[in-house]
């Protein structure tokens, strides 16, 4: 075989043009359009390799020129590669920060329509949201869908994507009950990602297969959470409004309570400062009813230690979560020192010998102060795992005098559970960031 | 009767008849080997016909490692792939047949991903000088597409 091959190369050398047809198309997808056309002027054995590309990504790098070509140019050239594309387009990206929203992509959507479009992403940059046309809704095949600044308006005999597994929504003007009944109407999905949208209504989320959800700058009145047994990986940041579980709406229940009621298998989870204040309403327990026993990451964003809202869902997530491996802490800023003891009294009154995190190896902490309740929460880290590997400090240096020496300081003398429990400190300097 | 530390052990021939002894889950990241030990129709020893010792060699240092450092951060595994496939082209075609014919995903893959850095950006002219050998008979100069994108190499 080796001597076929160098037979094969012989005066030419010609080694990559010998190399099965499925390969060719492997490595000319991982190359802009521009490059993947050029080769079809390398020899006949290239020349219409690069028509029957499985997915077509026009994004700023497809051609070098892209940057300097109008929005009639950049469509004219979309427009030629197409009709010469052969054969059907599973994936196609439309990515081109200099385009415009604007009426030809009518056109295109309905091309791809026809041309089984499994994989599609839109990214609109400039000009007015895009209206979706109606040849949109009846690419049935859809099974990936990614859309930023679009106008989501489906016809009323519209069914859903039966076999659609993953949903992107960024800047996407859509009705809540359109929204509600397009993910309950998806009964693969997977994954659902909504960001920066406003939400009119309550949104429903019914989605038995969901495994992954990211509700990000979500303006709006409630998003309850329905037949989401599967969800795994939730992270929920700047969500202006009420998360809801259904059939739960008097105050008197916990929040807390009832939202992780409805996240029994739930690993990953992600949460800022405003939706931890909401969960804190209604009151919060000591632990959870429900043991997350599969949770390993607790991420916590803009965490303030002298609220007591905040801290006491922290404290009761922690106690309720005995597998947790990682949990990532970063503090904002507060100016008023005056409600400090109560988070201190919280923390030294509640009893933790019951509580150890025998999965905990890795602590990041970060923009800390040095306040008593913070480092007492570190104590408190330190006391109750075992097999802690390593916590990270990172303090705010303009919060922060000597350089962070006294936080170092006492939180070298805290006692360790953990016998290779390493403290990794850094000190940012405000000129050096 | 094989112990138990050979149970998880395959021996693979090269074409030119050297034997590697290879634990199995490293062996079956080749889907073709994996296909024939779960039809049992692996016995011992397995050939691996059209590819030469020098080959397989690094077929398997590469699915080692793959193997190994499935808990490693992704990034350390990225740079090791691409400092693996960085090699002379004659041993990137061989290494490309046989990730090919044995059926090895990340490997195919990785390799398939450095063939395209070294097409990217490059003009027409170049890519033949590199690949191709400079057979000027073969240029079409009447192409269509040339005469969008392919014309300004030669400027």
């Not at chain 1, 880290?381 to 990270?392: D, G, K, Q, R, Y």
Request: aromatic residues 8%; proline residues 4%; contains cysteine.
């Amino acid at each position: 075989m080796k001597r076929n091959t160098n037979e094969v190369r012989g005066s030419t050398s010609d080694i990559i043009s010998n190399l099965p047809g499925s390969i060719k198309e492997t490595i000319l997808v991982c190359l802009p359009i521009q490059d993947a056309v050029r080769t079809s002027v390398l020899s006949t054995k290239w020349r219409y390799i690069w028509t029957k590309l499985p997915q077509l990504v026009f994004d700023d790098n497809f051609c070098r020129e892209s940057a300097r070509k109008s929005k009639t140019e950049l469509m004219m050239t979309i427009y030629q590669v197409l009709l010469l594309h052969r054969g059907p387009i599973p994936k196609f990206i439309l990515n081109l920060s200099r385009l415009e929203s604007c009426p030809e992509m009518d056109q295109l959507i309905l091309f791809l329509s026809n041309n089984g479009i499994q994989e599609f992403t839109l990214l609109i940059e400039k000009g007015e949201p895009y209206k979706l046309p109606s040849s949109f809704f009846s690419c049935e095949q859809l099974r990936y869908l990614s859309l930023r600044s679009c106008v989501f308006k489906s016809p009323p005999e519209f069914k859903g994507f039966s076999r659609l597994l993953k949903l992107v929504l960024h800047r996407v003007f859509v009705a809540s009950d359109t929204l509600s009944s397009l993910i309950s109407s998806c009964p693969l999905l997977e994954e659902l990602s909504l960001k920066r949208s406003f939400i009119s209504d309550c949104l429903e989320i019914n989605a038995p297969n969901l495994r992954f959800l990211v509700c990000c700058e979500i303006y709006g009145s409630s998003i309850c959470l329905k037949n989401t047994a599967r969800l795994a990986r939730v992270s929920i940041c700047y969500f202006m409004g009420i998360f809801n579980v259904e059939g739960i709406t008097q105050a008197e229940t916990s929040k807390l309570v009832t939202l992780f009621g409805s996240l029994p298998v739930i690993e990953f989870l992600l949460l800022e400062y405003h939706t931890i204040q909401y969960m804190s309403a209604g009151g919060v327990p000591k632990r959870l009813p429900t043991t997350l026993n599969n949770l390993k990451t607790l991420k916590l964003l803009s965490i303030c230690f002298e609220e007591v809202n905040e801290i006491s869902v922290i404290l009761c997530l922690i106690r309720s979560s005995p597998n947790l491996e990682k949990i990532t802490i970063v503090v904002r800023r507060w100016e008023t020192a005056d409600v400090i003891d109560h988070v201190l009294q919280l923390l030294e009154m509640q009893d933790w010998s019951d509580v150890s995190l025998n999965q905990l190896q890795v602590v990041e902490l970060g923009n800390l102060s040095g306040t008593q309740s913070e480092l007492k929460f570190i104590e408190l880290l330190l006391a109750i795992s075992p097999v802690l590997e390593t916590m990270f400090i990172q303090t705010d240096s303009e919060r922060v005098a000597d350089k962070g020496l006294r936080i170092l300081t006492e939180v070298t003398r805290f006692p360790r559970w953990s016998s290779h429990a390493e403290i990794k400190f850094e000190y940012r300097d405000k000129d050096q960031v | 009767m094989s112990s138990s530390l050979e149970k998880n052990m395959l021996i693979l021939r090269s074409s030119d008849g050297e034997e590697f002894i290879v634990p199995e889950v490293v062996a079956v990241m080749s889907k073709a080997i994996k296909n024939m030990v779960e039809d049992e129709c692996a016995s011992n020893t397995i050939p691996v016909p059209n590819v030469d010792a020098n080959i397989l060699a690094m077929v398997i240092e590469f699915c080692k490692k793959h193997d190994e450092s499935e808990a490693e951060a992704a990034s350390d595994l990225k740079t090791f792939d691409s400092e693996f496939v960085n090699r002379g082209q004659e041993a990137l075609y061989d290494l490309i047949t046989a990730a090919n014919f044995r059926d090895v995903k990340e490997l195919l893959d990785a390799l398939c991903q450095n063939v395209a850095e070294m097409i990217k950006g490059k003009s027409v002219h170049h890519i033949r000088i590199q690949f191709l050998g400079y057979q000027l008979f073969e240029i079409l100069t009447s192409n269509f597409i040339w005469n969008i994108w392919c014309d300004r190499d030669f400027d």
